[in-house]
């Protein structure tokens, strides 16, 4: 007992020496080649079953054979218990047992190639990857973005792929704001083991810095519901913070060891909006005293505007004290 393709197990077995008579026949006589499976003449059929436990006492999917091997899809990803029981011409033999865990196939060399790493970029992005499994008309190729990406413009730029709408994201995966849908509609199907490339436009960078988290790539079917191939691990991206527009820092007083008040101004740019919980940070240099600021009231404040935003903040009671 094996996992083959996504979510399947694939099961072979020998068939029983002992028919239950207490023969045994199927040493003796030799076992017989049909259509490409091996069968004993005195085994009428066997019973597969599939179980969640090792009691069996829940079955959730049960099959009967001629054949010693059998393929069977569409399980869960969790361990799975496999009992295999030959009926023969004298009744039931003692069944045989196995355990194995389906497995979604991982993609090979997936890569997710950034246009910009500037915060609050519109960027295109190419996505790379090698199906292992091949692609046919109408799969579905599902990349979910790090949060604080904005993907509602997205659009894929192919003649062979349109960005849709899909209710599911494949196995296990819970739909996201962060996620772009494309579906492969060209008639020619992707033999498996080429290299796909794909360019997807109009994505928004996250408006903070830093590094983000991995992006995560699905091969679909065409409903959605189930993952062909995966790949959840290509590494993030590290965002570098834009330049300010504008911005400037002027003294009251430009003498020596004076009390100083100081006005600071820049503009952000449309990308950016100022954040409900933005915090402006000034270092002075080493020989200025900051011991004793105050931070203005009143008029100081953030004048919003359409297209940018611009931030007044007045630092009182700053000495300079160099001599």
Not at 45 to 68: A, C, G, H, L, P
Not at 86 to 109: D, F
């Amino acid at each position: 007992m094996r996992p083959g393709s996504a979510l399947q197990l694939v099961l072979t077995w020998e068939a029983p020496h002992d028919t239950g008579d207490g023969r045994n026949q199927n040493r003796a006589r030799p076992q017989i080649q049909l259509e490409g499976s091996i069968f004993s003449p005195q085994v009428l059929q066997y019973r597969v079953e599939i179980s969640n436990s090792t009691t069996f006492k829940v079955i959730f999917r049960q099959m009967w054979t001629r054949n010693i091997s059998i393929e069977i899809d569409f399980l869960p990803r969790v361990m799975s218990y496999c009992r295999v029981v030959a009926l023969t011409r004298v009744g039931w033999s003692n069944a045989a047992t196995s355990s194995a865990t389906p497995k979604i196939p991982s993609m090979a060399e997936a890569a997710i190639i950034v246009s910009s790493n500037i915060t609050g970029a519109n960027v295109n992005v190419l996505i790379h990857f090698v199906s292992i499994s091949g692609i046919q008309q109408n799969d579905v190729i599902s990349l979910r973005f790090p949060r604080g990406f904005n993907v509602s413009q997205a659009i894929a730029v192919s003649g062979s792929l349109e960005t849709r709408h899909v209710a599911h994201c494949g196995t296990d995966c819970l739909m996201s704001p962060e996620m772009v849908i494309v579906v492969y509609v060209a008639s020619t199907s992707l033999p498996a083991s080429r290299q796909i490339s794909l360019t997807v436009n109009g994505i928004v960078n996250r408006n903070s810095a830093g590094a983000s988290l991995p992006f995560e790539l699905r091969l679909l079917n065409a409903a959605g519901t189930f993952t062909i191939e995966e790949d959840l691990e290509i590494p993030g991206i590290s965002l570098q913070a834009g330049f300010l527009g504008q911005s400037s820092v002027r003294l009251s007083d430009e003498r020596t060891g004076s009390n100083n008040t100081v006005g600071i101004a820049f503009v952000l740019s449309s990308r950016n909006p100022w954040p409900s919980d933005g915090k402006v940070f000034l270092e002075f240099p080493a020989q200025f005293d900051i011991s004793a600021l105050t931070i203005c009231s009143g008029d100081c404040g953030i004048d919003l505007r359409s297209t940018s935003s611009t931030l007044h903040v007045r630092i009182l009671s700053v000495i300079d004290i160099q001599r």
